[in-house]
């Protein structure tokens, strides 16, 4: 089968590669018929990912048809379509057991799949703890509706549950990248007063608006931020800020932003250390949360999916197949044509 495989080194290639086979009994063979390329993927092309091993086939975000299980898989079976989670866990240790399925102490646990075992940018990819890891799609959810379901639909889900998002709270968004795009329209389902979202692509802001996700946008270097969100936040700044940028000032921005006594959730990946000035902000009584996501809502996510109240169809700007994936990373990696997110076929 082909699979496009991390080289190190900045490096990506199509390979072709042996058709996984069932290791554990709690495994589950995949065939992917729809996948997508991560910000995460770029991460680990750029060597950002000190976990990422170099051989393995990349792509954690992805959905397909179960066509081989274990032994000991129960939930799913052959034929299922399923969306997968970006983390596989075992369910059964501390911090699995507390919803920390980042942090499951398996050694196949939390962010493996596309990082240090194989993932699904290939036509068959092997997925362990497959009860945990594999959400069955409903008949009437598109494949493409349910692609972000297990990673950056995940995160935003994630992230908007620990800004601890209150009725008509102010939000701000740093980020209109697919990340940002997922953490406003689940930060949506709390019912704030308003979201403000930031970023210096103006096509995105502009999506962000038009899909009803952003009613205030803010450009850097155009528009005074920090005086903006102060100002449509009753003069204190926002309640709740979302870090889903990254970028070089980013943060800095995210917690300047924010009330006294606010949550900022950082659920942006650097590349660089970040400053955390903490005499500039002492008395500011911050919350910081900050990490990766624990891919614990999936079936929450889809059962929102199901019933119309968590639509990322407008995510999905460009389309291709297998065979074109490498100029679809290009086109991804530097952002070009007013890329959000691809979907990318088997046929
Ligand atoms: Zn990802
Ligand atoms: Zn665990």
């Known amino acids: ?43 680990i092309k750029h060597g950002a990912v000190p976990r990422a091993a170099p051989g393995t086939v990349l ?31 075992c369910g059964e240790c501390f911090f699995c057991k ?13 962010w493996a799949l596309g990082c240090r075992i194989d993932g699904g940018q290939a036509e068959y990819a092997r997925i362990p703890f497959a009860d945990n890891g594999l959400t069955v799609i409903p008949d009437h959810v ?5 692609l972000f379901n297990g990673d950056i639909l995940s ?9 601890e998002i209150k009725p008509a709270d102010t939000v701000a968004v740093i980020g209109a990248g697919p990340t940002g795009l997922c953490t ?7 019912t704030p007063a308003k979201i403000i979202a930031v970023d210096i692509d103006e096509y995105r802001l502009n999506l962000a608006r038009e899909k009803g996700l952003a009613d205030i946008i803010l450009v850097p270097g155009k528009d005074d931020i920090e005086g903006a969100v102060r100002e449509a936040a009753s003069g204190r700044g926002a309640d709740v800020v979302f870090e889903a940028a990254g970028g070089e000032d980013t943060f800095q921005t995210a917690w300047k932003i924010a009330r006294p ?11 660089r250390p ?69 979907a990318v076929t088997f046929l």
């Open 59 to 89: 792509g954690h975000e992805f959905v397909g048809r179960v066509v081989e299980t274990g032994s000991a898989v129960k939930k799913v079976k052959p034929g299922d379509r399923v969306a997968v989670n970006v983390e596989t866990f």
């Open 184 to 190: 406003m329209l689940c930060a949506r389902l709390y």
């Open 142 to 146: 598109t494949d493409e509706q349910a």
């Open 1 to 43: 089968m082909k699979a496009v495989v991390y080289k190190g080194n900045g490096q990506i290639a199509m390979e072709e590669r042996p058709m996984p086979v069932i290791v554990d009994e709690t495994d589950a063979i995949v065939e992917v018929t729809l996948t997508t390329i991560c910000s995460s993927d770029i991460h």
């Open 274 to 342: 970040q400053v955390l000035p903490l005499p500039d902000m002492y008395g500011k009584n911050l919350v910081f949360k900050t990490g990766g996501v624990d891919g614990s809502y999936c079936q929450e996510i889809m059962d929102l999916t199901a019933c119309g109240k968590l639509d990322t169809d407008f995510l999905i700007t460009h389309r291709c197949g297998f065979g074109e994936i490498l100029e679809a990373y290009d086109i991804f990696e530097n952002k070009k044509d007013h890329v959000i997110k691809y």
């Open 261 to 271: 006594n606010a949550v900022v959730v950082v659920e942006a990946m650097y590349e």
């Open 155 to 163: 995160t935003g889900y994630w992230a908007a549950k620990l800004g």
């Open 98 to 110: 507390r919803g920390f399925v980042n942090n499951c102490t398996d050694e196949n646990g939390g």
